[in-house]
């Protein structure tokens, strides 16, 4: 889930700027256009050319004027389209659904957020042996502290070696950190995987940092009314041996208005 931001000015100019789920920077300018035949929806077209010009992302963003809400009309079957042609292994292709509202700065937050994270089961490779990483240290339902327009997530509980193993029961073990941009709703952060593996008589505790990056909307498309109203990812670097080239692998990270 990476994210877009649409700032339209003066004459219909719309600046484009975002981040995609493999960490690919968006930055761009387009025009907002109008279509009779859709009535007062206006759209802007984005593409973005990737991967030496052998892949790309592009599609055509819909906006409703009166809630300045996102539509993409999954029923008449538009999407943004994210490929790269390729019978090898980095070849895919897919159909992305922007879930896209209005971030507005002067309405307050809400009185409570949860962070999430999804879990993934990335390996950390080390003499020929993949450890999983630790699912519960890996941020679920985290409280995230508000005051006014800051965001902030409590302190976190390092992991100690108690009885030859890892104890990742205590608060916010993976040491997760939130910083937010209450000008623009783009939140972003990081925190700690860990991965326990044995060496001879030791027990082996590994850490490694994971990036996220997300963006806030308040007001979203009634089709996506039940989903978080901050959306975004965290990317983890998959190292495995049988492939000759590094892969960023992206998952989940959403921010919740608590009920």
């Not at 649409?6 to 109008?34: E, F, H, I, R, Y």
């Not at 892949?55 to 999954?74: E, F, K, M, N």
Request: proline share 7%; hydrophobic share 40%; with cysteine.
């Amino acid at each position: 889930s990476g994210y877009l931001t649409m700032t339209v000015g003066s004459g219909g100019s719309v600046k484009l700027a975002g981040l995609l789920a493999d960490g690919t920077k968006v930055s761009q300018s387009a025009k907002l256009l109008l279509f009779g035949d859709y009535g007062t929806l206006a759209c802007v077209p984005f593409f973005r050319p990737l991967y030496g010009k052998k892949g790309a992302v592009g599609g055509l963003i819909w906006i409703y004027p009166d809630t300045r809400a996102v539509d993409t009309d999954w029923y008449q079957e538009w999407f943004v389209r994210w490929d790269k042609p390729s019978d090898g292994m980095d070849g895919f292709e897919a159909l992305l659904a922007p879930c896209g509202g209005y971030y507005d700065k002067i309405a307050p937050l809400a009185s409570h957020y949860l962070l999430s994270a999804e879990t993934n089961a990335v390996p950390y490779y080390v003499s020929g042996l993949g450890v999983l990483p630790q699912p519960a240290a890996q941020p679920q339902w985290l409280d995230v502290l508000v005051s006014g327009a800051r965001l902030s997530l409590p302190k976190g509980v390092k992991p100690m070696l108690a009885g030859g193993v890892y104890d990742y029961s205590g608060v916010n073990s993976a040491l997760a950190k939130l910083s937010f941009s209450s000008r623009t709703g783009i939140y972003k952060g990081s925190f700690n995987l860990y991965y326990d593996y044995p060496s001879g008589s030791r027990l082996m505790h590994k850490t490694v940092k994971a990036s996220y990056v997300g963006i806030l909307t308040q007001t979203r498309d009634p089709l996506f009314a039940g989903w978080p109203e901050g959306q975004g990812a965290y990317r983890v670097t998959d190292r495995n041996p049988l492939f000759n080239r590094r892969i960023q692998r992206a998952f989940w990270l959403d921010l919740y208005a608590a009920p």
